[in-house]
């Protein structure tokens, strides 16, 4: 019984040991990285894979996977004639980088460190031989100063030794000064290769990373796997160049990327795409909890949030706290959590408790702005869009960013100059586009160009297919405009009292063409009934824009759509005039609201 036991515990020895050199033996193969989709923090790579396997089950060992790889997001898929049983990832160390790069860099610096080591010895030898040659100097020196009919050597051999040393120490001066310089080039090029070497380390460690297929083929047709995974380390953000050309009415918006990835492995001619989805890797949804309330007493605590300080302040009609900021805050909060799905379970519940809370305990203003709050979280990050990039694109995996082309559109322009001397004594031309192409432009920083000239910076909002939006090409010089308040009346009728403004507004057009215009100014307004503001006249007449009437000029702004003469400057300039009551009681005063300021 214990020779069996022997036999069987030997020969199961065996069996592990055969399978082990077996797993061992299995070559690793990498694949090409064929495509790549850019989110905002991560990226989804694919590799293909070509294999001619023989029919049955097969083991292969992917290698070479990134540092930031994303184990739970491996996933594969294949041809009809092969099936994926299993993925697995494991990891093991490595005693150095094999890539190419990094060996012809480490021996450049290699060589580079001998470089500069030889010549810090030579340096050092040479001050070794200076120090030698002084001591023979002072002798020099000294046999100069005794009786040369008692001395040893005669003048003209001190004259001929004198003269021996200035030419050593002259010699040895110039190979200390190319020596030093030297050392200064070389100790540049040390540091600008040791900085190539740690950006060829971003993201890079001494781990092997693999992926184990176990696969069961059908047939003896050739197959190819894709194997994807997410990894970390990868983002891309918007933008832009506006070229405007307004005698052609049309401004070119060049819409580009600034992508970069340190992910710890370079795309290399892969097709990109960049996306605005959040990939999620917990399928099950969040499950909503019942939210129980009681009553508490309205009693501040010691130290009173935000909620409580808003209630206290609406219970005495002392104004209202705003709270549209800490609801801004839990709205990104939310969206950052909801991509964990389940996950996120305990934090999605605290967050929707505390969104309700603020809710039941906020004033009305602060509700109406925590609506203008949601429609804006809703229009940035609510949109999801993906742009397949045209051709092969190599990014490495670097520290530095790389600027791709997402797409050219050149958009008809309605160009006219902005001119708002309650804020400003500059005009600026402005543009109103529509985006008649099929590309999505995302929120991005974007420089303005006016007719090839750059005018400074901007922010393109998001724009969708077939919206209109506005931007501007900076300021025109050619243009001035100035401001005045004219007159000011008062008069006393019963308890109130009436002022009255008379505003002028000159603008003048240096060009030697006409010049299209929009001017912009405001009376105060008021929801206080015991103020009542009037305009009285003005001329010209306000803008008949269906728009502007509907909104703005409810809102006490005033629009005027001009068109400036050619040179009508001083007495010429085109004049604007308007005015305005004011009446109010007799004891009061008027002054910008809380909410202006």
Not at 215 to 240: F, H, M
Not at 508 to 537: H, M, Q, V
Request: glycine share 6%.
């Amino acid at each position: 019984m214990k020779t069996r036991t022997q036999v069987f515990v030997l020969a199961t020895v065996a069996i592990y040991l055969l399978t082990a050199s077996a797993f061992a033996e299995l070559p690793t193969i990498t694949g090409t990285i064929s495509k790549v989709t850019a989110y905002r923090g991560q990226a989804l790579v694919t590799r293909t894979i070509s294999v001619d396997l023989a029919p049955g089950t097969s083991e292969l060992i992917v290698g070479n996977l990134p540092a930031k790889i994303i184990p739970e997001s491996l996933y594969a898929q294949t041809s009809e004639n092969l099936t994926v049983l299993s993925v697995r990832y494991r990891e093991r160390a490595v005693r150095a980088d094999t890539r190419e790069e990094v060996k012809a860099l480490d021996a450049q610096i290699k060589t580079v460190r001998n470089q500069l080591r030889y010549a810090e010895r030579d340096h050092k030898h040479g001050g070794n031989l200076w120090a030698k040659y002084d001591n023979i100097w002072k002798l020099a020196v000294d046999a100069s100063h005794v009786d040369l009919n008692r001395g040893l050597l005669a003048s003209e051999q001190i004259q001929s030794l004198a003269e021996y040393l200035q030419s050593k120490w002259n010699t040895l001066h110039q190979n200390a000064l190319k020596l030093e310089d030297q050392m200064t080039e070389l100790k540049e090029q040390l540091e600008l290769l040791n900085r190539k070497r740690k950006a060829l380390d971003a993201g890079r460690s001494r781990t092997e990373r693999e992926a184990v297929l176990f696969v069961r083929k059908t047939g003896d047709q050739k197959t190819a796997i894709e194997l994807s995974y997410l990894v970390n380390g990868a983002n891309w953000l918007p933008q832009y160049n506006l070229r405007a050309n307004p005698d052609k009415s049309s401004v070119l918006i060049e819409y580009n990327a600034v992508v970069n990835q340190t992910s710890g492995e370079d795309w290399n001619g892969v097709a990109l795409s960049l996306s605005t989805a959040e990939p999620a890797m917990v399928a099950g949804a969040p499950v909503l909890e019942p939210m129980a309330v009681v009553l508490a007493s309205r009693q501040l605590p010691r130290q009173p949030s935000a909620v409580a300080a808003d209630m206290q302040a609406g219970r005495r009609g002392a104004g209202y706290i705003d709270l549209s900021g800490d609801f801004k805050k839990l709205s990104r909060s939310r969206r950052e959590q909801s991509r964990k799905g389940a996950a996120a379970q305990k934090e999605l519940g605290r967050i929707a408790v505390s969104n309700q809370a603020l809710e039941f305990a906020a004033s009305r203003k602060s509700l109406e702005k925590m609506k203008e709050q949601i429609s804006e979280i809703a229009r940035i990050e609510g949109v999801s869009v993906t742009y397949n990039l045209p051709g092969k694109l190599t990014l490495p995996s670097r520290t530095d960013q790389q600027l791709v082309t997402v797409a050219a559109v050149t958009a008809e322009a309605d160009f006219t100059l902005v001119a708002t001397p309650l804020l400003t004594d500059y005009v600026y031309l402005q543009a109103e586009l529509l985006n008649a192409s099929k590309t999505v432009f995302l929120p991005g920083p974007a420089s303005m160009f006016r007719n090839g000239e750059f005018v400074g910076k901007s922010n393109l909002p998001i724009v969708t297919v077939g919206e209109k939006f506005t931007a501007g090409f900076g300021i025109d010089s050619q243009i001035q405009v100035l401001r005045e308040l004219e007159d000011k009346k008062t008069r006393i009728q019963g308890g109130n009292r009436i002022d009255t403004y008379h505003y002028r507004i000159a603008l003048s057009n240096y060009r030697g063409t006409p010049a299209e215009l929009r001017l912009l100014d405001r009376l105060p307004s008021t929801d206080d009934n015991s103020i009542k503001i009037e305009l009285l006249k003005t001329a010209p007449e306000l803008s008949k824009d269906a728009e502007y009437l509907r909104i703005l000029r409810k809102k006490g702004i005033l629009r005027w759509d001009m068109n400036l003469k050619p040179n009508s400057v001083d007495q010429n300039a085109t004049v604007v005039n308007y005015s305005f009551t004011m009446e109010y009681d007799r004891n009061m005063q008027i002054r910008p609201s809380r909410a202006a300021n």
